[in-house]
C-alpha cells in the first residue's frame, strides 16, 4: 500500500508538472497563430486511452484504439502523397485531402488532443518545427504561414522558452499557496538545545554528540536542517561549534564532501528519550511504558537523551532490559524486551526542540513564494554543477523515476506533495534550459544563434543535432536508473 501511495504520488506529480510545460509551449505557439498538430498528457506510443478534436465545428472522440496510420507517408513537391501500389493507379495521385479513409490528418488545422497510456511524460507537436517526432517529410516542403519555421525569429524564442517559463511560475504559485495555507514551519538552528547527535562520519571530521552548530565559514544559520546541504554547497572548510562552552573551529576537508552527501544522518538534532507514543501489541506497551515517559536509565547506565539509549538497546538485542523512567514526579523501573532490530516500539518527542512557525497573509505570502521560488532555481543550478565536481561526485546520487518516487511519503501529506512538486517544477525548469540539442534550451540556443548571426542552422543540422541529443537524453536516463538499481542491489 505504500508503495502505491508512492506511485499516485508521482504520477499526479509528474502530471501537473508536463501539462503545465506543454501548456505554456502551446499557450505562445496559438498566441502567435501557430498550427498545434497534437498535445497529448501522456505518451501514446501504438495506441492512446482517448483522442478527441474539433471537425467541421464539432468534437469528434475516440476511446481505446491504435494510432492511426499517417497518410503523409511520402510527399510530392506540390504536397500530393504518393501513394504505394496498393493505394493508386499507375498514373493517379491523390490529394491528401481527398483520401478516402477515416484517418484525423485530413483536418490538421485543429489540435488533436489526447491522453496516452505511458505515464512517463507528455508532449505538444507544432507544425513545421524539428522536435523527437522527426518528420522530415514535411521540413522538405515549403514552409506555411501557420508553421513554426515560418514565424519570426523572436515569436519562436518564445514558444521555446514557454514551458520553462510555465514551470517556474507553477512553482512560484505553489510555493504562495503553500506559505499562505502552512505558513513557514522549521527547526531553527538556535533552538537545538541538546546540540548534535552525529553519525560515525561525523564523528570521523571532529564533529562530538552535544556540538552546538554556530556559523559555516562564518555564516551563522537560521535552519538546522540547511546545515548538511550548505555544507556540501559551499564547499565548507571550517564549522564553528560550541563544545562545553567553548568555541571550537572543526575544519571540513574536501575529501569528506562526496561522503557527507550520501550519509542520510549526518548531524541530528539530539533529543532527551521522551516517549511520544506507544506502538499496539510493543514490548514497551507489554512492560507498562507511557507516553511521557521519560527514560533516565537502562540496566543501571544513566540515559540523558535518545543516542545514549538507543546505544545500549543496540547492545542488548534480542534481550530483556531494565528501563528507569520519570512518570511526573515519580520514578519506575520496568523490565522490557528489546527486538532484533534493537528497538522497544516507541516514539519520541522533546519539548525543548521547539518548531519555528510564521504565518502570512494572502498578499504577503506572493513575495515570500517569488523569494522561494527563485532561491530554489538558484540552489538546484548549484546542485548540476557539484554533478562535475570530483571532490563532490554528486553524480553517483543520480537518479531515475525509482528515487523521485521515493522521496515521496507513503502517507498522503498534501503539504508535502505540494512542496515536493514546486521542487520538482523548478528541476523540469533549469533542466530543460541546458543548452542540451533536443531539450528546450538546445533549441533555444539554435534560435539565439540565428538572431545574433542572422542566420538560420540548416534543417539538415537541427535534425542531426536533435538525434544527438536524444541519444545523449538516453544515455542519461540510462546512467540514473542504473544508479538505482545499483541502490537497490547494495541496499
Not at 196 to 225: H, M, Q, R, W
Not at 452 to 472: T, Y
Request: glycine share 8%; hydrophobic share 45%; net charge positive.
Amino acid at each position: 500500500m505504500d508503495i502505491l501511495i508512492k506511485i499516485l504520488q508521482l504520477i499526479l506529480s509528474l502530471s501537473i508538472l508536463v501539462l503545465v510545460h506543454e501548456f505554456g509551449h502551446f499557450f505562445f505557439a496559438r498566441l502567435f497563430k501557430m498550427r498545434v498538430d497534437k498535445f497529448y498528457m501522456f505518451f501514446n506510443a501504438y495506441g492512446y486511452i482517448v483522442k478527441f478534436k474539433k471537425i467541421n465545428g464539432k468534437w469528434a472522440i475516440r476511446w481505446f484504439s491504435r494510432n492511426d496510420k499517417s497518410t503523409r507517408k511520402k510527399l510530392d513537391e506540390n504536397g500530393v502523397e504518393v501513394l504505394d501500389k496498393k493505394r493508386r493507379t499507375e498514373t493517379e495521385l491523390i490529394p491528401l485531402a481527398e483520401l478516402p479513409d477515416d484517418n484525423w490528418n485530413k483536418y490538421p488545422e485543429t489540435t488533436e488532443w489526447g491522453l496516452g497510456w505511458l505515464p512517463l511524460g507528455g508532449y505538444c507537436k507544432i507544425n513545421g518545427m524539428i522536435d523527437e517526432s522527426m518528420d522530415k517529410e514535411q521540413m522538405k516542403l515549403p514552409a506555411q504561414p501557420h508553421e513554426f519555421r515560418a514565424k519570426p525569429a523572436w515569436q519562436r524564442l518564445f514558444v521555446m522558452i514557454g514551458g520553462v517559463l510555465f514551470n517556474v511560475i507553477l512553482a512560484i504559485i505553489i510555493y504562495w499557496g503553500i506559505l499562505f495555507t502552512w505558513g513557514d514551519n522549521y527547526l531553527a538552528n538556535r533552538d537545538v538545545k541538546n546540540g548534535v547527535y552525529c553519525s560515525p562520519l561525523a564523528k570521523e571530521i571532529g564533529f562530538e554528540n552535544g556540538d552546538k552548530i554556530l556559523s559555516l565559514d562564518g555564516d551563522t544559520i537560521e535552519k538546522f536542517n540547511n546545515i548538511q546541504i550548505k555544507i556540501i554547497r559551499k564547499r565548507v572548510k571550517n564549522v564553528e561549534v560550541e563544545r562545553n562552552g567553548e568555541k571550537i573551529i572543526i575544519p571540513v576537508a574536501d575529501t569528506f564532501l562526496s561522503k557527507i552527501l550520501k550519509d542520510k544522518e549526518f548531524l541530528s538534532a539530539r533529543m532527551r528519550f521522551i516517549i511520544s507514543n506507544v506502538q499496539d501489541e510493543s514490548a514497551a506497551q507489554k512492560a507498562g511504558l507511557q507516553k511521557n515517559d521519560r527514560v533516565i536509565a537502562i540496566n543501571s547506565q544513566n540515559v540523558n537523551y535518545f543516542d545514549e539509549g538507543s546505544r545500549i538497546l543496540s547492545e542488548n538485542k534480542s534481550k530483556t532490559v531494565e528501563i528507569k523512567i520519570l512518570r511526573n514526579n515519580d520514578t519506575l523501573v520496568f523490565e522490557t524486551a528489546v527486538s532484533e532490530q534493537g528497538k522497544i516500539g516507541v516514539g519520541l518527542s522533546d519539548s525543548l526542540l521547539k518548531s519555528t512557525h510564521i504565518s502570512y497573509g494572502f498578499f504577503e505570502a506572493l513575495p515570500a513564494g517569488i523569494s522561494k521560488g527563485f532561491n530554489g532555481i538558484k540552489d538546484y543550478v548549484t546542485d548540476l554543477g557539484l554533478i562535475f565536481s570530483p571532490t563532490v561526485k554528486a553524480g553517483d546520487s543520480v537518479g531515475s523515476f525509482i528515487s523521485i518516487g521515493n522521496i515521496f511519503p507513503s502517507l498522503w501529506d498534501w503539504e508535502r506533495f505540494w512542496q515536493l512538486t514546486a521542487l520538482l517544477s523548478i528541476m523540469l525548469a533549469v533542466i530543460n534550459i541546458l543548452p542540451i540539442p533536443a531539450l528546450d534550451g538546445g533549441h533555444t540556443v539554435f534560435v539565439l544563434y540565428e538572431i545574433i548571426f542572422r542566420r538560420k542552422p540548416s534543417d539538415k543540422f537541427l535534425e542531426s543535432a536533435q538525434m544527438v541529443g536524444m541519444i545523449l537524453l538516453l544515455a542519461l536516463m540510462l546512467f540514473a536508473l542504473g544508479n538505482d538499481i545499483i541502490k537497490f542491489v547494495i541496499k
